[in-house]
């Protein structure tokens, strides 16, 4: 019996290791470090592309969305998505749209999979407001999709 748990990351340059390199990215540095209860060994696909979110096209095209259809499978246990400071300035409304777009082909394609979302990480201690609208979308979608 396989005992493989298969994270894939959906997110933005602070995924991809933008800055420092793919093999510093915290992606990377998970895999070798995390072990799961019940799990020998942990595979995780970096599908996070520099400049996407939700709404926002990467540098190669991809939105959040993209991603998930990319890189999810019906054997992902967990999907992590991760930002995205790519969607500032968005209309809060089309922002929801497109997480519950994004979180619901995640489910879709991975229906036991667990979804785990991480907004995007501010540079300091203090609340930052505009990033504080990106992640009230994301709570909103997720709420609704319980």
């Known amino acids: ?4 748990a298969r994270i894939v990351v959906i997110g933005d340059s602070l995924s991809t290791g933008l800055g420092t390199s793919p093999n510093q990215a915290w992606p990377k540095l998970l895999q070798s ?3 799961l209860p019940g799990k020998r060994a942990v595979e995780i696909t970096n599908a996070a592309e520099n400049g996407s979110g939700y709404l926002a096209t990467g540098v ?4 959040f969305r993209m991603e998930v259809q990319a890189a999810v499978t019906p054997e992902t246990d967990v999907i ?6 790519n969607d500032v300035g968005a209309n809060p409304e089309e922002l ?3 997480v519950t777009s994004t979180f619901g082909a995640a489910s879709s394609l991975a229906p036991k999979a667990t979804l ?6 501010s540079g300091s201690e203090e609340p930052d407001q505009v990033l504080a609208e990106v992640c009230s979308s ?7 999709m319980g």
């Open 1 to 4: 019996m396989d005992t493989t």
């Open 33 to 35: 470090s995390v072990r």
């Open 60 to 63: 190669e095209g991809d939105t």
């Open 80 to 85: 992590l998505f991760f930002g995205s400071d």
């Open 96 to 98: 929801k749209a497109a």
């Open 116 to 121: 785990v979302a991480i907004g995007p990480l």
């Open 138 to 144: 994301e709570v909103s979608a997720a709420q609704d």
